[in-house]
């Protein structure tokens, strides 16, 4: 059994759902109890869908548990078809009808029904929701074309004289973060560079458009998340590349390009930025000097995560001071991508760890997700979204891609929009006891007072030395004499703690009984900021 | 059961019930955790069950109580499933984990699920061994919300019922009312002034404040049922020797005045004292309610089944303000605690019990009304369609009980039309 308070990720059916609500023409019959219709709301509520997602449920309850579930199936799978004629059925079952073992996909599969009828197998104690779409998705994928693989060794046709290169766009979902924009985007930079977009799947997709996915000539993964086994599936079978790099940030944009250009044989080393790319400019213009340095800890899907640090350390000069993902599927991508900032990659999806991890690093912003959002509202640190679990928020009217270049401007806006701004925050360094000016307010531009959620500073650094021993032992040893402790409180709020902790460490590892004012500057001297 | 029955309205014949069966479209009895854990404030629920579970709270409670909950998900994983874990011993170490962070909690419950009655996990044995092995500090006590036993607001009644066999008996001399169901605090206080100046009582309510001063029970007990979803915890109370006082719900001017006089007849007032002490409250209720009616009246309304609070809903609706019924239909209807309000309702409306979703959407596309009350599944997609919606759930949320809340629970289906007017894009 797992504690959880709040969790990043549904079950794995949540993912078939994703899918199936992705496409046209698919429809997902889910044996469900009663209540596993609350995923519905997902879909109408945070997508704001003006329309029911395809999914019938048989929501079965205790009376059906005695009598004849299977027959119950059978009846939904016919009334669904006879009232939603799908091109393709999926059958899936949720965490409750898995252990009463109907086995509705074979039941579906012996109706004879007109249709592909394609069974999930959605291990519902074991994985999760991303694992979900991704296996939906490459079921999906690989039921619908199968049949059509060309014989081993007999390869490609060449592409037409004068036809420009086609792509798929393969990984956008329903309930992923910004993918609607992020689409646009995209196809217009593929366009800039002379590629076409063949098709894009699953969002928007029929299942005559995946029929039609091998005519493409490489496929791009834009979210490994969902379509990275389809597209291995994908380069198996049809002997079609694919491109992995995640246009996210400037340098990942311009490393797309060149990718591109490599597996669509076009010479893109002419392709310039277009003036519109702001980010690079803004950044270098003198007044993002203040963000230099700041410490930022990052959490999210692998994808973005790991896009995230490599914007925040290259891009806009922050330091990543943590950096994890809640999706132990690609742990691998963040453990190395953590190991070259230098920090200890944390993969988990236990909330609370989190809050504790995010708690003991001080960072100056968190970037995350939701869940980050009221772990860093709790302890008064800004913060910006950049990943699923998403929220209704993150489906913004207005047009705002993460990927491309004007997803790279949307970044610089998102990120250092939640920042106290430069000489403000000099401002304040310089005149720390101003009463109405200091740093427990917000930035000027976000509005006036006190943040609610920000921590006295007191239990900001106070918490981790008293949920970890090893520091707890050391802190007991030394004392704080009343001006050094004093003094700690004129430096911010978001260093206070560790400043208190290197002091502490540099008295221990010196013996020094008591700190004074002379210690803490002592110790700030021999760490540096 | 003895009852103490108000002398039926009219005395026709109650009106005709169609069942339904199909594609249910609503929350299982977990969603109830959402405000009892804000309601009894002492108290800890941990849902015993699947990521489904957990993602379902997640997702009905939604971001507003996201900062420090009072309910959380123990998920069972393979290992539990399959044997290698001891599932009492790991329900140990997780309890042990949330009372070691909540050291506050005086009151856990272990809150059945779906899977923990598929695979017949003892949460009863393993509540009793967690209530001696905390003795004295908490104590824990089951129930079952699971989508196979309950629909949405029926988690309400199996939790407030699994309290009842631990209610203090109250001594065979005295007497004293108990008011059965969830109310927003301001609505509880409001009542006790009511019941104060009528000099009825004492006055209990169930679910209390704090779990740990659970109200006493006993043959001078007489219970008043505030939401109508309660059955089973009113028949337990009434096996411990209470008196079930039967009335219309209190949603309304009427349905408040006539649900007070069902107490004060118990205690031997007059109904005439019951208009005077209620005359102020309800002099304003008519005020407030008058602004909607205008807006209000002759306005179809069809109601989805969902809270079981639609039956008492579409009677204040239809007769304070107007409303004509088109459909009013209810997850399951009992029939011997809707008695007052069946009878109160217009002849010939239409009634539904039970759910088949699609066949109840085309109903609704055929009859057009102009405002469907739903859940939040169903909204947007109404709403996408032409069609003005009210969400169910709002009405479960938001204080509507009583005089000084009826033209709020007015002003609640007023407001999609205000707005349907007013939108110009």
């Not at chain 2, 008996?169 to 100046?197: C, K, M, N, W």
């Not at chain 2, 006539?258 to 031997?268: D, F, I």
Request: negative net charge; hydrophobic residues 40%; aromatic residues 8%.
């Amino acid at each position: 059994m797992q504690l959880t308070l709040w969790s990043y990720e549904g079950p794995p059916h949540i993912g078939a759902m994703r899918v199936a609500a992705s496409m046209q023409g698919v429809h997902l019959v889910l044996h469900a109890p009663q209540g596993d219709t609350y995923s519905d709301l997902l879909f109408t509520m945070i997508e704001r869908r003006d329309s029911r997602p395809p999914v019938t449920y048989t929501t079965f309850q205790a009376r059906e548990l005695g009598a004849d579930t299977a027959e119950l199936v059978k009846d939904t799978i016919q009334s669904c078809y006879d009232r939603f004629s799908p091109e393709v059925l999926l059958i899936g079952e949720s965490c409750t009808a898995e252990l009463i073992q109907d086995q509705p996909g074979a039941l579906a599969q012996g109706m004879g029904l007109p249709i592909p009828v394609l069974p999930l197998e959605l291990p519902a104690y074991t994985r999760k929701e991303s694992w979900g779409a991704n296996e939906t998705f490459y079921q999906l994928v690989r039921g619908l074309l199968h049949e059509r693989r060309p014989a081993p060794g007999e390869s490609r046709p060449p592409r037409p004289e004068g036809q420009r290169p086609r792509a798929n766009l393969l990984g956008p979902i329903s309930l992923g973060f910004r993918c609607r924009d992020d689409v646009t985007e995209i196809t217009r930079l593929l366009d800039m560079i002379g590629v076409d977009v063949h098709v894009v799947a699953p969002l928007g997709a029929s299942p005559a458009d995946l029929l039609r996915l091998p005519e493409a000539d490489f496929n791009i993964c834009l979210y490994p998340e969902t379509a990275d086994q389809t597209c291995l599936w994908l380069e198996r079978m049809f002997g079609q590349p694919t491109v992995k790099t995640v246009p996210l940030g400037i340098g990942a944009t311009r490393d797309f390009i060149a990718e591109v250009g490599r597996v669509a044989g076009i010479d893109t080393s002419g392709i310039a930025m277009p003036d519109w790319s702001r980010m690079p400019w803004y950044s270098r213009s003198v007044d993002s000097t203040y963000l230099t340095g700041k410490r930022v800890f990052i959490f999210g899907d692998a994808t973005h995560a790991v896009a995230a640090a490599r914007v925040a350390s290259e891009e806009l000069g922050f330091t990543v001071v943590g950096l994890g993902t809640y999706a132990r599927e690609f742990a691998r991508e963040v453990r190395a991508a953590a190991k070259q900032y230098g920090v200890e990659p944390l993969i988990t999806d236990d909330y609370l760890e989190v809050e504790a991890r995010v708690a003991e690093a001080h960072p100056e912003l968190v970037l995350g997700t939701q869940m980050e959002r009221h772990i860093a509202k709790r302890l008064g640190v800004p913060c910006a979204v950049i990943s699923a679990p998403v929220h209704v928020q993150d489906f913004p009217a207005r047009y705002a891609p993460q990927m491309g270049y004007e997803g790279a401007n949307v970044l610089f806006d998102t990120w250092v929009h939640p920042l106290m701004m430069g000489l403000e925050e000099h401002l304040i360094t310089m005149f720390r006891e101003d009463f109405e000016f200091n740093d427990a307010s917000t930035p000027s531009h976000l509005g006036h007072g006190t943040s609610p959620g920000r921590v006295p500073e007191t239990t900001v650094s106070a918490q981790p030395q008293e949920t970890s021993p090893a520091e707890g032992d050391d802190a007991s040893a030394t004392t704080w004499a009343p001006e050094a402790e004093q003094e700690l409180k004129k430096i911010p709020f978001f260093v206070r703690g560790k400043a208190r902790r290197n002091t502490e460490r540099y008295a221990t590892e010196r013996g020094i009984q008591t700190i004074t004012v002379e210690t803490l500057y002592d110790a700030k001297a021999h760490f540096g900021r | 059961m003895s009852l103490v029955s108000e002398p039926k309205q009219g005395g026709c014949a109650l009106p005709e019930i169609a069942r339904e069966r199909g594609q249910r479209q609503v929350f299982c009895g977990l969603a109830g955790i959402v405000w009892l854990h804000r309601k009894i404030q002492d108290a800890f629920f941990l849902v015993v069950g699947s990521r489904t579970c957990a993602h379902l709270l997640q997702s009905a409670a939604g971001v507003m109580i996201f900062a420090e909950p009072r309910f959380a998900t123990a998920i069972l994983q393979e290992r539990d499933l399959a044997g290698m874990a001891d599932c009492n011993q790991e329900l140990d170490r997780v309890v042990a984990d949330v009372l070691e962070r909540r050291p506050d909690i005086k009151t856990l419950f272990l809150v059945g699920s779906c899977p923990s009655e598929v695979i017949k996990l003892d949460l009863g044995k393993a509540a009793e061994r967690l209530s001696e092995h905390y003795s004295g500090r908490v104590q824990v006590i089951d129930y079952s919300a699971s989508g196979l036993e309950t629909t949405f607001t029926q988690g309400e009644d199996t939790c407030l019922g699994a309290l009842v066999p631990r209610l203090p008996a109250l001594p065979s001399i005295e007497r004293s009312l108990l008011v059965l169901g969830t109310l927003p605090d301001v609505v509880e206080d409001q009542f006790r002034r009511l019941f104060d100046a009528l000099e009825i009582g004492p006055v209990h309510f169930l679910p209390p404040r704090q779990a740990s001063e659970l109200p006493p029970v006993g043959p001078g007990t007489s219970v008043l049922l505030a939401q109508p979803f309660l059955g089973e915890t009113a028949r337990a109370l009434h096996k411990r020797g209470a008196t079930l006082l039967t009335a219309p719900y209190p949603f309304g001017v009427e349905g408040t005045l006539a649900w007070l006089k069902a107490a004060a007849a118990a205690w031997g007032v007059a109904p005439e004292r019951v208009d005077e002490v209620a005359a102020p409250a309800v002099a304003r209720a008519r005020r407030g309610l008058a602004r909607y009616r205008e807006q209000l009246a002759g306005k179809r309304i069809y109601f989805m089944p969902d809270s079981q609070l639609e039956i008492p809903l579409a009677r204040f609706l239809q007769r304070e303000l107007g409303v004509e019924l088109v459909e009013v239909a209810s997850p399951f209807i009992d029939r011997q605690l809707m008695e007052h309000e069946l009878a109160l309702l217009p002849e010939g409306v239409r009634l539904t019990e039970g759910q088949d979703v699609d066949t109840q959407l085309d109903r609704v596309r055929a009859a057009r009304p102009d405002l469907t009350v739903c859940g939040l599944g169903l909204a947007n997609p109404l709403e996408a369609e032409g069609l003005r919606t009210k969400w169910s759930i709002e009405l479960v949320f938001s204080p509507v009980h009583g005089f000084d809340q009826a033209a709020d629970l007015a002003e609640l289906f007023a407001r999609p039309l205000t707005r349907g007017a007013l939108l110009q894009v």
